[in-house]
């Protein structure tokens, strides 16, 4: 395959994920179910959170047309339309102030007989991202390689899986102003959706980094509504976008990189049990300005 040929490949990979986001969020918010999903923001302005199942779609699209196999394909679309919906349904619960906060708040909620929509999130998403993590290793050959122990294996697929549910969780962690989530998933998609050269040893390293350059696409595609204050990721989006670069981190990386994203993902989910990264960003001048930049401040 030629150069010219992989370049415009990728950009019209990255048309289908843009065009397909602005479209899904222009028909959501048309739709029936437009005046469910309008929420109020910190500023109290009214902003409609069909961003996320927008993102969703349109993230998710790219990266099943940029699979360079079945096995990705399907691992693309489990990891990004799990995370969207579980998250969409935590978010429509959030309304109905069905909504337990925290670990501790979902298992009190279980300890009274109730499942919360937050623990139906933790438990999809994670379920989503060990089935992601096995299909990975499948086309690479690691998960069928006799050569390593099965208990290698099974580990192997559970960070992997790991890393993919932390992502969401992280990327979650920073929706919580106008463009703040988008900002991070697109630098954190830059050096993901790098071209792969032909003799890269991993079978799906090209399958991640055209499922980074579609989350980069989408987000794109949805940063200026966001910045805004017209509409807003969610849950939704935020974990479907998350979930989608954890995929596109694992298909590109092996053991040892998977244990360092692993514990840096922990690491930060632990960081926000303690800080406040709203307050760490607003501190610090160089986070806060890129923070802003961009932001409708009326």
């Known amino acids: 395959m030629s150069q010219l040929t992989r370049t415009v490949g990728r950009a019209f990979l990255g048309g289908v994920a843009a065009g397909g986001t602005i479209a899904a969020i222009g028909l ?118 006799d050569r390593r122990s099965l208990a290698r294996r099974v580990w192997n697929v559970g960070v992997g899986g790991g890393v993919i549910a932390g992502a969401a969780n992280v990327v979650n962690l920073f929706d919580l102003r106008p463009g703040r989530a988008l900002k991070v998933v697109t630098l954190a998609s830059a050096p993901l959706s790098r071209p792969v050269g032909p003799k890269s040893r991993r079978a799906t390293a090209g399958g991640g980094a055209n499922t980074a350059l579609a989350v980069s696409a989408a987000a794109g595609a949805a940063l200026a509504d966001d910045l805004d204050g017209k509409t807003m990721l969610g849950d939704g989006g935020a974990n479907a976008l998350g979930a989608l670069l954890g995929l596109a981190y694992i298909a590109r990386t092996g053991m040892i990189g998977r244990h360092v994203a692993l514990a840096g993902v922990a690491a930060l989910i632990a960081a926000s049990e303690k800080w406040s990264f709203t307050k760490v960003i607003a501190e610090t001048p160089v986070l806060r300005q890129l923070d802003e930049l961009g932001r409708n401040k009326s």
């Open 28 to 145: 959501i918010r048309r739709s029936k179910w437009a005046a469910d999903l309008e929420r109020i923001n910190h500023k109290g302005d009214t902003v409609s959170l069909a961003e996320g199942p927008g993102i969703t779609a349109g993230a998710t699209a790219g990266a099943v047309l940029g699979a360079n196999s079945p096995a990705y394909a399907a691992a693309a679309a489990a990891a990004g339309l799990t995370a969207g919906a579980v998250g969409l349904y935590d978010d429509m619960a959030d309304a109905k102030g069905e909504k337990a906060k925290g670990f501790k708040g979902h298992v009190g909620a279980l300890l009274k007989g109730r499942v919360s929509a937050g623990l139906v999130k933790i438990l999809g998403i994670s379920g989503a991202g060990l089935a992601s993590a096995a299909l990975i290793d499948l086309q690479n050959g690691e998960l069928t390689d």
